[in-house]
T-cell receptor, first 109, second 114 residues
């Protein structure tokens, strides 16, 4: 599975869009990009995933570059409850979800 | 809708004691099931996964074992706990076979070894 690189921490003002980047330059053609978040002392929460096209759901949008070597998770209007660690995962098998240390997002009032 | 249950939520055990953590999934059939561990301040480590009853794959050699006695039940066990077994244990499920399926996690068990 491709390795991902995320910034260790980010801040975002409440009400603003939070843009979380992820680099996955070694991604292969059949690998999906998944995003999860984990609030302290809880299990990871699935947010969104995609293969090639941009995706949007009620929680967030996922923008994947045309060469698929990077992606951005967008939380359109960040709230204090969005403060969490966000994980970007790239995998093809579905059996191997390797979680790194992610990006710690702090939403500031 | 599908739900996943883990219990207990917290557990304090002495070194050398046995362990049994249980995970059950409702609202789906034939799921893939997973056990992860998260040490303090670290990412998640995949411990075991199962694609069917009695079928267990181990990712990391360790003091733990897993069993799947029923389709939607996954159990994590140890005969003798070590201090290094402390951590946050998470169970997850996904739809079997199909590519591009996310894993869905339970609320976890926080295990402290004394």
């Amino acid at each position: 599975d491709a390795k991902t690189t995320q910034p260790p921490s980010m801040d975002c003002a409440e009400g603003r869009a939070a843009n979380l980047p992820c680099n996955h330059s070694t991604i292969s053609g059949n690998e999906y990009v998944y995003w999860y978040r984990q609030i302290h002392s809880q299990g990871p929460q699935y947010i969104i995933h995609g293969l090639k096209n941009n995706e949007t759901n009620e929680m967030a949008s996922l923008i994947i570059t045309e060469d698929r070597k990077s992606s951005t998770l967008i939380l359109p209007h960040a709230t204090l409850r969005d403060t969490a660690v966000y994980y970007c995962i790239v995998t093809s098998t579905g059996n191997q979800f390797y979680f790194g240390t992610g990006t710690s997002l702090t939403v500031i009032p | 809708s599908q739900t996943i249950h883990q219990w207990p939520a917290t557990l304090v055990q002495p070194v050398g004691s046995p362990l049994s953590l249980e995970c059950t999934v409702e609202g789906t059939s034939n799921p893939n099931l997973y056990w992860y561990r998260q040490a303090a301040g670290r990412g998640l480590q995949l411990l075991f996964y199962s694609v069917g009853i009695g079928q267990i794959s181990s990712e990391v050699p360790q003091n733990l074992s897993a069993s799947r006695p029923q389709d939607r039940q996954f159990i994590l066990s140890s005969k003798k706990l070590l201090l290094s077994d402390s951590g946050f244990y998470l169970c997850a499920w996904s739809v079997r076979v199909r590519a591009g399926q996310p894993q869905h996690f339970g609320d976890g068990t926080r295990l402290s070894i004394l």
